[in-house]
């Protein structure tokens, strides 16, 4: 197991670092305030190939691996959780799940448009009242002829007023006696007929993104645009939270990142009784809490990367990465107010917006508990990874960059 970075990985990074901090970190305290999206972020994102950077390059893709993808997050999330919350949604749930589960001809018609960032994509899972229990989602989808007639209504989706496509789950056998076999999966145009949605507006954090809802009445969808078989859907849906959480917990490590620098950067600057306070020991304990636990949560990802390289199911990897690295910048980030004083309480320093923004991942991609749920069935030895197609496709170099 090697967690060298490559030369491409390294590019990588700085392509991306340069794009946040030159484009975003100069704006991000304005679109915050005004809880309005940076108009120009996902086309710019599209243009640098920042959306398609896990596809191969036949499919509009960068032809980079999963680990350039987790760095590539933890750049953007440690300047602002609404640039990563793209990834995580358009890039890991909808587009991953395109790859991964879809036939040749899904991938050309849906996954091209979304590498190049020509199309928007989001993940329509969560439901008024449902939230952690996917099985007992009512959104329905009925077999009509050569379409199936969609009616729900789905909440809390990122990008649900931005995105072109949406994958979503619905019941389509609402006879079943067991409610997760019968879910199936959807590639939806969000322009047909019968879709409306909105945003939600007085979030706690994650202001600059947008989050909606989005409802379904009658909406005609093509079944060669199912997903997958009729009763998979709860198997895509989980594997999509598996790319889901792996971005979360790269991004969330950004935060610690970001925590821990402007920490360093104050406590050598404030003085306090005639001396800076990172001469202060209850300060450098804060402080190497903080770069403990960044180099921790950057470990855990490196891993789940590594293993989604090589076609390995990391559910459990994933989890654990997602847990720990949520936690723990929601912590770095309380910390990072408490060195800086009242200035952290204020929005004059970004220490301020990244313990807002921490706090939701403790429980979208699957709450805190959810995660502890898993590892304790693993632990137990309650829970079985088997071969279902639900591991990420192994990366090829060879296939990945080789030309359309």
């Known amino acids: 197991m090697d967690f060298s970075l490559s030369p491409e990985h390294e590019m990588t990074r700085k392509m991306v670092r340069d794009f946040v901090q030159k484009e975003i970190a100069p704006v991000i305290k304005e679109y915050d305030r005004k809880q309005e999206p940076i108009p120009f972020m996902l086309k710019r994102m599209g243009e640098l190939g920042i959306l398609g950077l896990p596809f191969p390059v036949r499919y509009g893709g960068q032809g980079m ?32 799940s395109v790859f991964q589960w ?8 849906f996954l091209v448009p979304l590498a190049k960032g020509e199309k928007i994509g989001c993940g329509a899972f969560t439901e008024p009242g449902m939230g952690s229990d996917v099985a007992a989602m009512r959104t329905s989808a009925k077999r009509d002829g050569d379409f199936y007639i969609l009616n729900g209504e789905k909440m809390w989706i990122s990008l649900a007023s931005k995105a072109d496509l949406a994958l979503v789950t619905a019941k389509t056998d609402l006879s079943s006696p067991k409610p997760s076999s019968a879910l199936s999966s959807f590639i939806v145009d969000l322009h047909s007929a019968g879709v409306k949605r909105g945003d939600l507006h007085g979030k706690l954090g994650v202001r600059a993104g947008s989050t909606g809802w989005i ?25 999509a939270f598996d790319h889901g959480r792996y971005t979360v917990a790269s991004g969330a490590a950004g935060i610690i990142r970001a925590c821990l620098e402007a920490s360093v950067k ?21 402080i190497a809490k903080m770069s403990q636990d960044y180099e921790i949560a950057r470990l855990l990802y490196y891993q789940a990367g590594w293993l989604k390289n090589q076609g390995k199911r990391c559910t459990r990897e994933t989890s654990f990465a997602k847990k720990f690295a949520t936690e723990a910048s929601f912590s770095a980030a309380n910390e990072a107010i408490q060195i800086h004083g009242a200035y952290g309480y204020s929005d004059e320093y970004d220490v301020e917006r990244y313990l807002r923004n921490a706090r939701g991942a403790m429980i979208y991609e699957g709450s805190s508990e959810i995660q502890t749920l898993i590892q304790a069935g693993y632990a137990l030895g309650e829970r079985m990874d088997k071969p279902l197609r639900c591991e990420a496709p192994a990366y090829d170099a060879e296939f990945w960059q080789g030309e359309p």
């Open 266 to 286: 104050y406590a050598k600057t404030r003085t306090t009784f005639g001396k800076p306070i990172a001469e202060h020991q209850l300060i450098q304990e804060k």
């Open 65 to 96: 691996d999963y680990l350039a993808w987790g760095l590539a997050c933890e750049e953007l999330e440690a300047v602002d959780t609404s640039l990563r919350v793209v990834m995580s949604v358009h890039t890991g749930l909808c587009a991953m």
């Open 102 to 109: 879809g036939t040749e001809e899904q991938k050309r018609k």
């Open 215 to 239: 409802s379904f009445t009658d909406v005609r969808v093509p079944v060669e645009n199912r997903l997958g078989e009729e009763g998979e859907g709860f198997k895509i849906t989980m594997s």
